[in-house]
């Protein structure tokens, strides 16, 4: 999944406008503007889309853990230069406020199961001798399954390109 899919989904799963977008990226201290948000949101073979970068997708996702759990005080969080799927599925959990078994029962809308050890397998350090590579699919599923759940839509494919 590229960064500017999960964008999309996650601007259609909680039906974020374009200014709610442009704040939630204030809430983690980056500027953007309303052209910046739309060349993200269109499609790749669109003329005018650009490719969103790992830092500021960290930084959207982080904005989102400021805005649905409040900002944190002290220092902000630092913002990761460079993404994986086990840092994004993270930073979802921890802005949903879930607990393992929240992604569990949310996998399970999308008809894909995941027991619990795998589950914290994914949250894991690199290099824990359990660490286990968070692929598309366990994201694309918890994303879908996230849009059922806060829309009630299955049909994720369609509905949020």
Request: net charge neutral.
């Amino acid at each position: 999944m590229t960064n500017n899919d999960i964008l999309r989904r996650i601007r259609y799963t909680f039906d974020f406008s374009d200014s709610k977008m442009i704040s939630l990226f204030a809430l983690a201290g980056e500027t953007v503007t309303r052209e910046q948000i739309s060349c993200w949101l269109k499609k790749d073979d669109h003329a005018d889309y650009k490719g969103l970068k790992d830092y500021l997708l960290a930084t959207f996702l982080n904005g989102f853990i400021n805005d649905k759990r409040g900002v944190k005080e002290g220092e902000p969080a630092p913002i990761e230069k460079e993404l994986t799927n086990n840092i994004i599925l993270r930073k979802l959990k921890i802005g949903l406020n879930f607990i393992d078994d929240d992604v569990v029962d949310v996998m399970e809308l999308a008809d894909f199961r995941i027991s619990k050890p795998e589950l914290s397998a994914l949250f894991r350090r690199p290099g824990h001798k359990h660490y286990r590579i968070c692929k598309d699919q366990i994201l694309r599923n918890f994303l879908q399954g996230i849009q059922i759940k806060y829309r009630g839509e299955s049909n994720a494919e369609t509905d949020a390109t």
